[in-house]
């Protein structure tokens, strides 16, 4: 099989036709350029695409890519070496297009190349078709050679294989010299047989002895050829994955690196952005947190008015309690001067010891008793007259019912002063004689005029009382009274007149309120 590249050419594809870039052998025969011309201006075909193609006695092999690529070599006999002689031509003009790549002329085929006529472009093509010829030439030399070895190889195999056949060849040929020496009628035309049989055993040992240097010169010879074709062979293989993973990675990093850059560019622009929508958002949450939510001068007014109230609500309070207070002792102070009166009253009626004329009994020129001192101060004509002219017009005022009404009638009063009757009387029962100092008539009409102090006075303490605090109920009235009486029980048991007086005069009685002249606080001797 002849892989001998008879011309190769490259050419630059354009509208008006395919214009040669560079070519070798330019002059060895204008048939081949001509053919070959033809044959590629002849091809419509994709990037990256392989073709072999049949030109009479030759076959043309193009690469199309960039530029194209094409070598004209002799047509095979047979299927299997066109087959093997288009694998060999591919791998020609892939290595044809991989170094004119690499030129730094062809780098930018976008622009004009109008000076291609300058440039000699035919040196690296001649470089490439000369090594692929010198290798085609020492292939089949090689291949001669080793036909050759085998052939010898295979003939001293025979010989080895007949050598069994020679020997008894040898001698029966012996036998038969020996006849015909021994019927031989000439002496010097006979041969010694033991010579002879030296002679044969010399030859064959010396065959034998160059039969081993003979096989070890073969098996050298096989090694060193082997040894060549398998080193350019992974040679041929080493160049072609270096040159194959130069471009794929060079490929893949230029693809990688422009993808990065649009990335990272994406990125910068994509953070740009982002930060300064952090910061208008910060303005903005600043602005609307300080103008809603956290606003000073309206939370400084909200506190202040919080202040105010609070300082209000803490006055309101302490005034209420004052007034409360004040209230209570009011109360108390009068339930006392009531109770006052009223044990006046029932002292000087019912516990006389003696009975005497009149309301006031004198026990000397001189002197007047306590109870005596204390019933001289009240002037009742003019304190009634004044207080059904104040109940008169509270009434008109509040706008009650001058009916006359039984509220005191048979009430806590009256029972209270029963049960002093009682305990009076109990007290003393068998020591002193009790005997009233009035007719039952009058006792009747002064205690329905005491009645009708109660009354007015209760309806004025209701009256001043309705706008401090609720009215309190009927069951809490009663306790405070029942707690009253009883304290007023347990002191009636135990107090004598000595203690009574000492505790009146502790007692604020407010019987000026009343235009009255109390003789215990109001004496000289007090004042």
């Known amino acids: 099989m002849n892989k001998t590249v008879y011309y190769a050419l490259v050419a630059l594809w354009e509208k008006s036709g395919c214009k040669i870039v560079a070519d070798y052998p330019a002059e060895q025969d204008p048939a081949y350029r001509a053919i070959v011309l033809s044959t590629v201006d002849g091809l419509k075909s994709l990037e990256n695409d392989t073709i072999s193609l049949d030109r009479g006695k030759y076959t043309i092999h193009v690469l199309i890519g960039e530029l194209h690529y094409a070598c004209l070599t002799l047509k095979p006999d047979c299927p299997s070496s066109a087959a093997k002689l288009?694998?060999?031509?591919?791998v020609f003009l892939e290595r044809m297009r991989n170094i004119y790549r690499e030129l730094p002329i062809f780098a930018d085929l976008t622009r004009d190349l109008t000076d291609?006529?300058?440039?000699?472009?035919?040196?690296?093509?001649?470089?490439?078709v000369d090594e692929y010829n010198q290798q085609s030439e020492i292939i089949p030399r090689l291949e001669e050679?080793?036909?050759?070895?085998?052939?010898?190889?295979?003939?001293?195999?025979?010989?080895?294989?007949?050598?069994?056949q020679r020997l008894d060849e040898l001698v029966r040929k012996t036998q038969t010299l020996q006849i015909i020496l021994s019927m031989a009628s000439v002496v010097e035309l006979a041969v010694d047989p033991i010579e002879f049989e030296e002679d044969v055993k010399r030859r064959d040992s010396l065959a034998e002895?160059?039969?081993?240097?003979?096989?070890?010169?073969?098996?050298?010879?096989?090694?060193?050829?082997?040894?060549?074709?398998?080193?350019?062979?992974?040679?041929?293989?080493?160049?072609?994955?270096?040159?194959?993973?130069?471009?794929?990675?060079g490929?893949?990093?230029?693809?990688?690196?422009?993808?990065?850059?649009?990335?990272?560019?994406?990125?910068?622009?994509?953070?740009?952005?982002?930060?300064?929508?952090?910061?208008?958002?910060?303005?903005?949450?600043?602005?609307?947190?300080?103008?809603t939510v956290l606003d000073t001068k309206k939370m400084q007014r909200w506190l202040n008015r919080v202040y105010r109230k609070n300082e209000e609500t803490v006055r309101n309070m302490k005034r209420f309690k004052q007034e409360e207070m004040k209230f209570v002792e009011t109360k108390i102070e009068h339930e006392s001067m009531h109770w006052t009166l009223f044990i006046l009253f029932k002292l000087h009626h019912l516990l006389r010891t003696k009975q005497r004329p009149g309301v006031i009994t004198r026990i000397d020129d001189t002197r007047f008793t306590l109870i005596e001192e204390m019933l001289k101060c009240l002037e009742y004509k003019r304190y009634v007259s004044d207080k059904r002219r104040k109940v008169k017009s509270k009434r008109r005022d509040c706008q009650i019912d001058e009916t006359p009404t039984s509220i005191l009638r048979g009430t806590y009063y009256e029972r209270c002063g029963k049960e002093i009757e009682e305990t009076q009387k109990s007290l003393g029962a068998g020591t002193v004689p009790i005997y009233r100092s009035e007719p039952y008539e009058e006792r009747e009409k002064n205690i329905r005029k005491l009645n009708q102090v109660y009354l007015a006075a209760s309806i004025d303490e209701a009256y001043e009382t309705s706008s401090r605090r609720e009215v309190e109920t009927e069951k809490g009235k009663r306790e405070a009274m029942c707690s009253l009486r009883r304290e007023f029980e347990e002191e009636a048991r135990c107090t004598k007149e000595v203690d009574l007086r000492e505790k009146i005069k502790k007692m604020d009685c407010r019987l000026n309120e009343f235009r009255l002249?109390?003789?215990?606080?109001?004496?000289?001797c007090c004042k």
């Open 145 to 164: 050679e080793l036909a050759e070895i085998r052939k010898t190889l295979m003939d001293g195999v025979q010989k080895l294989i007949d050598r069994g």
């Open 517 to 524: 002249k109390c003789p215990i606080h109001d004496s000289p």
């Open 251 to 291: 490929h893949r990093t230029r693809i990688t690196i422009d993808r990065y850059l649009v990335r990272r560019v994406r990125q910068m622009w994509q953070d740009c952005y982002d930060e300064m929508a952090t910061r208008i958002q910060a303005s903005w949450r600043g602005y609307w947190i300080r103008k």
């Open 116 to 128: 291609l006529a300058v440039v000699d472009l035919s040196k690296p093509l001649k470089k490439i």
């Open 209 to 249: 002895a160059t039969r081993h240097l003979y096989f070890v010169a073969a098996r050298r010879i096989q090694a060193w050829i082997r040894g060549i074709l398998t080193r350019n062979h992974f040679r041929l293989l080493h160049e072609s994955a270096v040159v194959i993973q130069r471009h794929w990675r």
């Open 86 to 90: 288009e694998s060999c031509s591919q």
